[in-house]
């Protein structure tokens, strides 16, 4: 079953393109029609889109990775924040700092000043400071929480992006297919999809159509941590595991000495068969005569 429908799309206005003079030719495959200069997205191309999107979402999370939004735009920020908090996923919707997956390594040392800041406050380092330190120091943790707190929990590099705008996330597209990450998006019908692993034909500017496609991803995301979760719970505990694996090689070790003493048992037999008198000279020529 299809996790959206045509008519909910229709609704949320996700079929609104831009204007025809600044399409991009290589979107036409997801246009419908044109009409009064704006191009129309075709929604049912769109709906089987979100489906194979949404299901490669549930995958990742299903695998325990992460997936980083993207969407640094007025109207979709508050949006992805507040949906993607939900399930405890990464993302941005300040500036995209540059270099963020192609120097993550730099990325991660602002997120241990970040921390180092908090270290100093709560074990009162931070108190013996002078006033002017303190500001400084405030000003700083303020500027990185802005920009990098969404992310502190990104210990590693992201196994997908899902950026609502192209055009104004190319930097982060770039970045991400420099690094082989796969890229999910709303693509509208003035950007490029080339570089875009999953393309989701719609509507990037209103509010509504953002809201609901990030839903579905969200909605996905959390069906694939509960599968996890399922999985994990039906696994033996560690000690149950223990027990079967000690009793698994007692039978190996028992199975083991059996096949030893019948090993033995029939040399023994060996033994005894060749032991056995065999007929001497003398007998031989006594029968003869």
Request: hydrophobic share 40%; charged share 35%.
């Amino acid at each position: 079953m299809s996790r959206t429908n045509f008519q909910e799309l229709l609704e949320a206005g996700v079929h609104f393109g831009h204007l025809k003079r600044k399409w991009n030719p290589k979107m036409a495959p997801y246009i419908f029609m044109e009409k009064n200069g704006i191009h129309i997205i075709d929604l049912h191309k769109t709906v089987v889109k979100i489906d194979e999107a949404a299901a490669a979402v549930k995958q990742i999370a299903k695998s325990g990775r992460r997936i980083l939004f993207v969407a640094t735009k007025k109207q979709a920020k508050d949006i992805v924040a507040e949906r993607v908090k939900a399930v405890n996923m990464p993302y941005v919707t300040e500036r995209w700092p540059g270099g963020m997956l192609t120097n993550f390594p730099t990325i991660r040392k602002a997120v241990k000043k970040m921390a180092n800041i908090d270290k100093m406050m709560t074990d009162g380092t931070f108190d013996t400071l002078s006033k002017r330190e303190k500001l400084q120091i405030s000003r700083q943790r303020a500027k990185l929480e802005k920009n990098l707190g969404s992310i502190a929990d990104l210990s590693r590099l992201p196994a997908a992006l899902f950026v609502v705008d192209v055009q104004k996330e190319y930097i982060a597209v770039r970045e991400a297919n420099r690094l082989n990450i796969p890229v999910i998006a709303m693509v509208d019908t003035c950007c490029d999809p080339t570089p875009i692993d999953f393309v989701i034909p719609a509507n990037d500017d209103a509010s509504k159509s953002i809201a609901l496609i990030v839903d579905i991803m969200v909605k996905a995301i959390q069906e694939g941590l509960e599968e996890r979760k399922a999985e994990k719970e039906k696994e033996p505990a560690p000690k149950e595991k223990k027990e079967e694996g000690v009793k698994t090689r007692a039978r190996k070790a028992k199975k083991a000495v059996e096949v030893v003493e019948e090993e033995e048992e029939t040399e023994v037999d060996e033994v005894e068969e060749a032991e056995e008198p065999t007929a001497t000279l003398s007998d031989i020529e006594e029968d003869e005569e």
